[in-house]
Structure formats: C-alpha cells, structure tokens
C-alpha cells in the first residue's frame, strides 16, 4: 500500500515562496509517476506538474509554468514542489499523487492516478 504524506503548505504574501514536500513509503518509488495537483474552494482538483518515473521528464501547467518547479529525490523516496512568484490564485489545497501505470504522454488528469496523499493547505494573501 502506497501512502503519501504532504508538508510545507502555510500563508504566504504575493511574490513570495513556498517548498512543498512529499513523503512516499510503502513503494519502489523511482517507478512511480509522481504528481501535483491543487483544488481551490468550489472547484474541481487540477493537475500542476509531474514528474515521470524515470526521472527526466517534466511536464506543467500552463499556470504554473516558469514559476513552479517539480523536483525527485528517488533516493529519499521524496518529491518537492518549489512555488515561486506565489499570486493570490495560487491559493489551494496541494495534493501529492502516484500511479505506476507508464502513460505515453503526461498525465495531467486526476484519473490517472491511484494513490493520493491528504493534501496541504497554501494560502497567499494578496
């Protein structure tokens, strides 16, 4: 049983930055996909970044796009998300995802993953 555990999340003023971790046990991580994605109050999860089990390629949303960085540490069973340039908007609850499945695109779509982690809370205030 895969289990992911978020941290990092808090309040933080627009421009500033935030680094979201999470913890993976309970798996042969490095052969995982593993992924963001983020809901905000009265909307649906969306996907924000992924990072592919083979650990080279990266894939973001189009809002995050130069401001957010996915990053593995296969070693430490760890995946970060590094949030700068934060932007009101940007407000959300932040859930670590992995599947095992090899996709031949992206997976930019919350189906496409088994296992979730309980999520944790950003605020940035404008």
């Known amino acids: 049983q895969v289990q992911l555990v978020e941290s990092g999340g808090g309040l933080v003023q627009a421009g500033g930055s935030l680094r979201l971790s999470c913890a993976a046990s309970?798996?042969?991580?490095?052969?995982?996909?593993m992924a963001w994605f983020r809901q905000a109050p009265g909307k649906e999860r969306e996907f924000v970044a992924v990072?592919?089990?083979?650990?080279?390629?990266?894939y973001y949303a189009d809002s995050v796009k130069g401001r957010f960085t996915i990053s593995r540490d296969n070693a430490k069973n760890t995946v970060h998300l590094q949030m700068n340039s934060l932007k009101p908007v940007d407000t959300a609850v932040y859930y670590c995802?992995?599947?095992?499945?090899?996709?031949?695109?992206?997976?930019?779509?919350?189906?496409?993953?088994?296992?979730w982690g309980q999520g944790t809370q950003v605020t940035v205030s404008s």
């Open positions: 309970g798996t042969t991580f490095s052969m995982y996909n």
């Open positions: 995802a992995a599947d095992p499945r090899r996709p031949r695109a992206p997976m930019t779509i919350k189906d496409g993953y088994s296992y």
């Open positions: 990072f592919s089990w083979a650990g080279v390629n990266t």
